[in-house]
């Protein structure tokens, strides 16, 4: 086992040192997502000027949207390592390394020694996740807790030992911290828990050691904003993604246009500036009332949001990002602009226009990225769909026991519920746990 430990954490390197050699070469390669120089302002704002905000020049305006769990940690890799964005990546990629050996264990202790290693193997070939691991982006640090909080729950249902319960509760409240997209994620094992007729006294440790760093940050936010909450991130969707995306289908036109005509109308509506509509996620209270405006339209056309659900849910399951790999391959700048395609080409699909869908597809990515991408593009989606694959046979060979039903519906919900943002980077979650149940279909 020694041995196996020892090669598996050689062939995880050798995956993974290309990417870091790659962002070594040009380190704004890992700004290709916009919501990274996000982060980047707010670690920079808190190692210089002690404020949570996105805006150097004016630090007074504070963030109610993202969560601290990364930029505090990017703050403090930056106050150790003088700001060097290499050793942020370094740090992410040696955590991905971790996940292999995490797996390892668990699978080994949850099923037996040959899963494990097959689940560390399949994932030390997951160049999806290095890809993301290169990324100033909260992904790898928020993959690292919730699949601790996972195993961990995992091994308490097998064990029936208090301290792992603890552990596991801990570890999904700091993936909440960094991610809010776990908000309501507790639910599923609080059900789990409940179904298994644990003692009371253990499920209010699972849940006060969940809650506790989510908490703290509302209260924080209520101290600054004199609102109550854990974050506008929810609200800012329904005003930049849901209520357009049906504006759109009204009127249309696409999205871009929608969202214009959107918050145009909000704007004379409520009297507004050109300043209030730009920065309308950093006042909560002004979100509050444009998401409302959005919830209502959202209700008025259920079937409009449905459609746009399920083009965001099957966006998810898509293997990689075509224009985001392109553009963190070929560097940041260099690359040729690439505009989202994905959900016009479903959307024409949808309406049984396959011969211009395919057309779209091939002028917007075909001409416009180069071959040697071409290759990795096509490796990362044989592997992806070879998972998918293995997925299922594991699942149909071990039927649904509790450990397999558990992660199955915890890959499902990190699948769906980004809903109608959802893309292949919301799948990064979840890649270590579909390789667990993979392995038991190898």
Request: with cysteine; hydrophobic share 55%; glycine share 4%.
């Amino acid at each position: 086992m020694k041995k196996h430990i020892i090669l598996l954490i050689l062939l995880a390197l050798i995956v993974r040192i290309p990417f870091f050699i790659m962002v070594l070469q040009n380190p704004t390669t890992a700004y290709t997502s916009h919501d990274s120089v996000g982060y980047n302002l707010i670690a920079t704002n808190l190692l210089h000027n002690h404020s949570y905000s996105m805006y150097l020049s004016n630090p007074e305006i504070k963030d109610p949207v993202r969560t601290p769990g990364y930029p505090l940690f990017l703050a403090l890799m930056y106050g150790v390592f003088l700001e060097k964005t290499v050793f942020v990546v370094a740090a992410q990629l040696l955590m991905d390394v971790i996940m292999v050996l995490i797996l390892l264990f668990f699978g080994k202790v949850l099923f037996n020694e040959k899963v494990g290693m097959i689940a560390a193997l399949l994932y030390t070939f997951n160049m999806h996740q290095a890809l993301f691991a290169t990324q100033i982006l909260a992904e790898t640090l928020f993959t690292i807790f919730l699949l601790l909080g996972v195993l961990f729950f995992l091994l308490y249902l097998k064990n029936k030992r208090e301290g792992i319960v603890l552990i596991s509760g801990f570890s999904l409240g700091i993936s909440i911290f960094i991610r809010p997209i776990a908000l309501v994620f507790p639910v599923l094992p609080l059900i789990f828990l409940i179904y298994k007729k644990v003692h009371g006294k253990i499920i209010s440790v699972f849940l006060i050691s969940i809650i506790l760093l989510p908490f703290l940050w509302s209260v924080r936010n209520a101290l600054v904003f004199k609102r109550f909450f854990y974050t506008k991130i929810h609200s800012v969707n329904l005003v930049i993604y849901n209520a357009p995306s049906i504006v759109a289908d009204i009127e249309n036109v696409s999205r871009n246009q929608a969202k214009d005509t959107f918050l145009k109308y909000e704007k004379e509506k409520y009297g507004l500036s050109d300043y209030d509509i730009e920065h309308f996620d950093d006042n909560p209270a002004l979100c509050n009332r444009l998401a409302a405006d959005a919830i209502k339209l959202v209700i008025s056309h259920p079937v409009s949001f449905l459609k746009n659900q399920m083009i965001g849910i099957l966006h998810t399951f898509i293997p990689v990002n075509i224009g985001f790999t392109a553009a963190v391959l070929q560097g940041k700048g260099s690359v040729i602009k690439l505009r989202p395609i994905y959900r016009e080409s479903l959307q024409l699909i949808l309406k049984a226009k396959v011969l211009a869908a395919s057309k779209l597809f091939v002028r917007q990515r075909i001409e416009k990225i180069d071959f040697s991408i071409w290759i990795f593009i096509c490796a990362v989606i044989i592997y992806q769909f070879a998972m998918y694959y293995m997925v299922v046979k594991g699942i149909g060979r071990y039927h649904f026991n509790i450990v397999t039903l558990f992660v199955l519906i915890s890959i499902a919900f990190f699948l769906i519920i980004p809903g109608e943002v959802g893309e292949a980077r919301f799948r990064v979650p979840v890649e270590p746990l579909i390789a667990l149940l993979a392995a038991l279909g190898f």
